[in-house]
């Protein structure tokens, strides 16, 4: 049975127009942005990806479908425990951010 899966795309900075992130379930989990005629996708979650979570497509669509495609796959070959290992160390990692920028 095919997975069916809800992506959000919203600019990554008010002021730019060609760069987008994409969020699974809250999670910013790549992003697609203009790169000469075409669009370039990747997905950028912390843990090992394969050589296929990113790639190049005609138009912005494409580069959301396409992500799209490999984030179903990546999730259809990754446990639960993995994926919330990954969501836990994205928390940690804006924790740190955070906590760095108000030594300031």
Not at 32 to 44: A, F, K, L, P, T
Not at 84 to 99: N, V, Y
């Amino acid at each position: 049975m095919k997975q069916t899966i809800s992506l959000n795309a919203k600019l990554r900075w008010p002021d730019v127009k060609d760069h987008y992130v994409v969020i699974y379930e809250g999670h910013v989990i790549g992003n697609v942005h203009r790169s000469g005629d075409s669009w370039s996708w990747s997905i950028s979650v912390p843990m090992a990806l394969p050589d296929w979570s990113a790639g190049n497509a005609p138009t912005l669509h494409d580069g959301i479908k396409l992500l799209g495609g490999a984030w179903t796959k990546i999730l259809n070959a990754t446990s639960p425990e993995r994926l919330q290992r990954a969501w836990d160390l994205e928390r940690a990692a804006e924790a740190r951010s955070t906590d760095s920028g108000s030594d300031k």
